[in-house]
């Protein structure tokens, strides 16, 4: 099983987020089939004022670049993706082109 914690900033505007998190009560059923068709066994999101982190749990074969070839190659999530770009903003540093950036993992404990 792999974990990632992921980051992303929304436009800080109060209507804005409530319209985004409107929106992530009920995900349509092609993005969520998606997702899940990509390896990823659990997704959680996270909100602080306007600053997400999104978990991934996901399966020993998932990756990112056949997930992001997936969604290039799938018209509802460009659709959904598209529509979440009126919401999102780029956390400054992010690579040109991404939307979400990998947090890198600085501490772990464990019993």
């Known amino acids: 099983m792999q974990r990632f914690i992921l980051l ?3 436009i800080d505007d109060l209507e804005l987020i409530r319209q985004y998190e ?3 009560e009920s995900i349509p059923t092609e ?3 998606s997702i899940l068709a990509s390896g990823i066994e659990s997704m ?6 306007n600053r997400l982190c999104m978990e ?3 399966n020993d074969d ?14 509802a999530v460009q659709a959904w993706e598209t529509l979440m770009s009126n919401y ?14 990998l947090a890198n993992p ?3 404990l464990t019993k």
């Open 44 to 49: 959680k999101m996270f909100r602080f004022e």
């Open 31 to 33: 993005i969520q089939e």
């Open 62 to 75: 998932f990756n990112f670049a056949q997930k992001t070839k997936m969604d290039a190659d799938n018209p």
């Open 88 to 101: 999102q903003l780029t956390i400054p540093g992010t690579p040109q082109g991404v939307k979400w950036v």
């Open 106 to 108: 600085i501490f772990s």
């Open 56 to 58: 991934i749990l996901a």
């Open 22 to 24: 409107k929106y992530h």
């Open 8 to 10: 992303l900033d929304l």
